[in-house]
């Protein structure tokens, strides 16, 4: 009998099958792709490339290091759009997610005590369109319960087990995302880059900025990375150099990218609030089902092209019976930035030209 046969005939060895299968989480990637998928999303399993020396763009260009796999990609082009004198801005919601299966433990969540004071400058990600709608510009966000802690337990096993608080399945998934998320940045703004190039030849727009630059005797690596050049600077050379209207039909498509990291667990385990007293004594616990977690890396210099200038990466933690309640969050989110963004663009033209010049990595904003 072939070997493979005696996991179909062998009951033993059948039970043991279905076990491990369902132990390795993927019947939960599957469950959650399709709740992906039933709104509207595109899904697949994502890999990406890990740097051989952790945190060389050298080594992402060259294409050297380990390949991995991140359980989900997910990708929805948005409906509403914005038209602005023959110029169309897009809009695309991506989730980087990975499924963390578990049989027995809960993950048990501690609420920031001072939640107003969180940097969420990067909730959510952006892709590109930094330049337009910025940190400021990101009003009427929506947040679930901010997490600043986690832990996992098995509350079967809590009276047995000296050694029961865990956090290393979780941290092990943000790393994971952190990583991923770099690789797609990456990836991502390296396409967006030669989009740029080839919408801004006719305008010229870089080739009248390389001059300005020239003429202005600056050291090109002034303008280039650290040095912010003030936004008035910008604005006068677009107005002085492009016909506003003009300036807008030259650049006929451009498309913005949101990206938000996800960690989705079983739907039959729990995401439980610890309820703290004013001495940070834990009096209750609540179930919530979903946070947004403010994880910090200890390899967070890394990942400077994800964090920018915060401390923590914010990801949406919940289970899979509250996936579509995190999905539903994530696209009244979008629909806030593309809200901010019309009023934004529609206030000021320019800030679109403004956008094509930071992608080329012609000035710092």
């Known amino acids: 009998m072939d070997d493979y046969k005696k996991w179909l005939t062998s009951g033993d060895a059948k039970a043991f099958a279905i076990d491990n299968i369902k132990k390795s989480g993927i019947p939960l990637e599957l469950r959650s792709r399709k709740i992906l998928k039933d709104n509207e999303f595109t ?20 294409g050297r290091g380990v390949w991995r796999q991140l359980d989900l990609l997910a990708t929805r082009v948005e409906k509403q759009t914005i038209s ?64 600043e802690r986690l832990i996992m337990i098995d509350a079967s096993s809590a009276s047995r087990e000296k050694d029961n608080f865990r956090d290393i399945e979780v941290h ?80 006929p498509l451009l498309v913005i990218r949101v990206c938000f990291p996800v960690i989705v667990t079983d739907g039959s385990r729990g995401i439980i609030q610890a309820k703290l007293n004013d001495s940070f004594e834990v009096i209750d616990l609540e179930d919530k089902g979903l946070c947004l977690y403010t994880y910090v890396s200890e390899n967070a210099d890394r990942y400077e092209s994800v964090l920018g200038n915060a401390f923590a990466l914010p990801i949406i933690v919940c289970n899979l019976s509250n996936l579509p309640a995190a999905i539903k969050l994530i696209g009244e989110n979008v629909n806030c930035v593309i809200d901010q963004t019309r009023l934004l663009v529609n206030a000021n033209p320019q800030l679109i030209p403004r956008e094509v010049l930071f992608n080329l990595k012609v000035v710092g904003l």
Request: proline fraction near 5%; glycine fraction near 4%.
């Open 172 to 251: 092990r998934a943000c790393e994971q995302i952190l990583s991923a998320l770099r690789y797609n940045l990456y990836q991502w703004r390296s396409v967006l880059r030669r989009q740029y190039l080839d919408i801004s030849k006719g305008s010229r727009i870089e080739e009248k900025w390389q001059d300005l630059i020239k003429e202005q005797k600056v050291p090109y690596e002034q303008v280039v990375g650290g040095m912010r050049v003030p936004a008035s600077f910008i604005e006068k050379f677009l107005s002085d150099n492009f016909d506003p209207v003009k300036m807008l039909q030259d650049f």
């Open 84 to 147: 602005l004198s023959g110029c169309e801005l897009r809009f695309t919601t991506e989730i980087l997610g990975e499924c963390k299966y578990s049989s027995d433990k809960d993950i048990i969540t501690f609420e920031h005590s001072n939640p107003e004071n969180v940097d969420l400058s990067n909730f959510p990600v952006m892709v590109n369109g930094q330049s337009i709608i910025f940190v400021p510009s990101k009003t009427g966000i929506k947040l679930p319960p901010l997490v």
């Open 43 to 62: 899904v697949s399993e994502a890999h990406y490339l890990e740097p051989q020396n952790g945190n060389s763009d050298i080594d992402l260009f060259m």
